[in-house]
């Protein structure tokens, strides 16, 4: 199966017609750009490269009056929407063939509310441009690994990030969100005010409305913490892993450390650990020794104090837009001795060197909330395993698929059954309920509530709850 949707040939919509769009080009403020229009084909793409969809118009909102302008004009029209914000998806979900894009990639207003610790961030932002306006203060809450990631999707699936251990995830994070719902009202979701839709909205993905203004929680962070990559070599690979999972073991919140199976500078596989330590330098110099220090020591250290923003930010060159991108994910409960020998055989055949196993640290303060507290459930993992194809050439698409799905089966076996629906693609309703968990019933009642007519469907899809008779 797929990861992408499937590449339709481009047909006839029936929304094709020049006019069809009149109404709603007069009541937006924002462009709206038909195939036609000049910048349709940049604002259509999205950051993985095997996706290629063309909506009949792109809406470029420029607040929330324009997105509800959209929601209405899209319902009474009965015509398929996408959501997109960053364009970060990897399945393309923000992108549809033949309906209306709404795209809210120019809504990136943000301000900081000093006193409260608060940010209040539009859903256009990208994870860079969200962490250098807080680190202007010395502050920061939980966002992803890539600087170039949109903020929005990123915090509806969850948001696993290098903070989440000690602060809790993106959407724990996540106080109250301006809203619009599927019939176009603007509404807020918080403690007080809908509780249950704030629920749903952490961790739920997009199912439930569309998210014009995010609230979130900040903490001191910064500027400058200890951080950065130590790397082996391949003949150490092995001990190496296994000298990470036992120091992820026993680490402290504070600690966060990613491993990564990689292609090395030379053209050789290394294993590399990219670490993060959130507070004080002396601190982290003590919690990160044991790693740094381990047998077999690493070939390379760049740990050393770093500013937080920086380090965000490392790893974007390995993850260029428009590349092509297939991956599939497991969450583990742990790294044993079996874990390590697939994965580093399974590297060994790596048909592209731009391919990645990645293993996303988690655990700490994220395993500290229930698991239904939240629409995100995953709260037992301490891994989220990532093999990443990426690869240049169309006519090398079913090697690298092929690659990345043998990792991902012969690590079932290691998995908890769960995985982060931010990391999925279209592989299935089953894939689907795994993703939310204990937590579907709950959402699939929600959907029945504000979006009866799965409107928002371009997503890890929750149909809506269908009524008993009593
Ligand atoms: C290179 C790379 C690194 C990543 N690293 C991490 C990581 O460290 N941690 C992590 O948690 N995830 C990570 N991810 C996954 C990432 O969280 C998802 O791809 C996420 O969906 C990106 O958000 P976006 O706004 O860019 O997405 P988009 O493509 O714009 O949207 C993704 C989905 O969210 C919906 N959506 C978007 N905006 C809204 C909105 N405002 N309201 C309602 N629904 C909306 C869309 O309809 C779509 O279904 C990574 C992805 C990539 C490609």
Not at 61 to 78: I, K, N
Not at 196 to 202: F, I, Y
């Amino acid at each position: 199966m797929p990861n992408v949707l499937p590449q339709a040939p481009a047909r006839a919509s029936r929304f094709a017609a020049p006019d069809v769009f009149a109404t709603l080009r007069g009541q937006a403020a924002g462009t709206l750009l038909t195939p036609a229009d000049a910048g349709y084909d940049e604002a259509r793409r999205l950051w993985n490269g095997m996706v290629d969809k063309r909506p009949a118009a792109i809406l470029r909102c420029t607040g929330a009056a324009d997105v509800a302008a959209a929601v209405r004009f899209a319902a009474t029209a009965e015509m398929p929407v996408a959501v997109r914000s960053g364009g970060h998806s990897i399945s393309g979900h923000s992108s549809c063939d033949g309906g209306l894009m709404i795209d809210l990639s120019m809504m990136k207003a943000i301000t900081v509310d000093l006193e409260q610790r608060l940010a209040h961030a539009e859903p256009g932002l990208l994870l860079a441009e969200f962490d250098a306006a807080m680190q202007m203060h010395g502050l920061a809450t939980t966002m992803g690994i890539n600087g170039d990631t949109g903020i929005a999707g990123l915090t509806l699936g969850g948001g696993l990030g290098r903070l989440a251990r000690k602060h809790g995830l993106a959407c724990d994070n996540l106080i109250s969100a301006e809203v619009v719902l599927a019939d176009g009202s603007v509404t807020v979701a918080s403690e007080r005010e809908n509780p249950d839709l704030l629920w749903g909205l952490r961790g739920g993905g997009g199912n439930l409305g569309v998210v014009t203004r995010f609230t979130y929680r900040l903490h001191p962070v910064g500027p400058t913490v200890l951080g950065g990559m130590l790397l082996w070599s391949w003949s150490d690979a092995r001990e190496a892993m296994r000298a990470y999972a036992r120091f992820c073991a026993v680490a402290p919140d504070e600690v966060d450390a990613i491993g990564v199976l990689l292609t090395g500078p030379a053209g050789d596989p290394v294993f590399a650990v990219s670490t993060l330590h959130v507070g004080a330098i002396d601190d982290g110099e003590r919690a990160l020794a044991p790693l740094r220090q381990a047998t077999p020591r690493p070939r390379h250290d760049a740990v050393a104090p770093v500013a937080y923003a920086a380090l965000q930010s490392a790893a974007d060159p390995m993850f260029p837009r428009g590349r092509r991108y297939y991956w599939k994910s497991h969450f583990l409960a742990a790294l044993p001795d079996a874990a390590i020998d697939v994965l580093m055989a399974r590297f060994e055949r790596v048909p592209s060197p731009l391919s990645k196993i990645g293993l996303q640290l988690v655990g700490g303060a994220i395993s500290r909330v229930p698991p239904d507290a939240t629409a995100y459930g995953h709260r037992n993992a301490a891994w989220d395993c990532i093999p990443i194809a990426s690869w240049v050439d169309a006519a090398e698409d079913a090697a690298n698929i092929a690659w990345s799905r043998g990792v991902w089966e012969e690590m079932c076996s290691f998995a908890t059954g769960g995985v982060y629906v931010n990391n999925l693609g279209e592989e299935g309703e089953d894939r689907v309920r795994a993703a939310y968990g204990v937590n579907h019933g709950r959402l699939a009642a929600l959907k029945a509530r504000y979006d009866p007519a799965n409107l928002f469907r371009g997503n890890a899809n929750v149909p809506p709850a269908v009524a008993t008779a009593p």
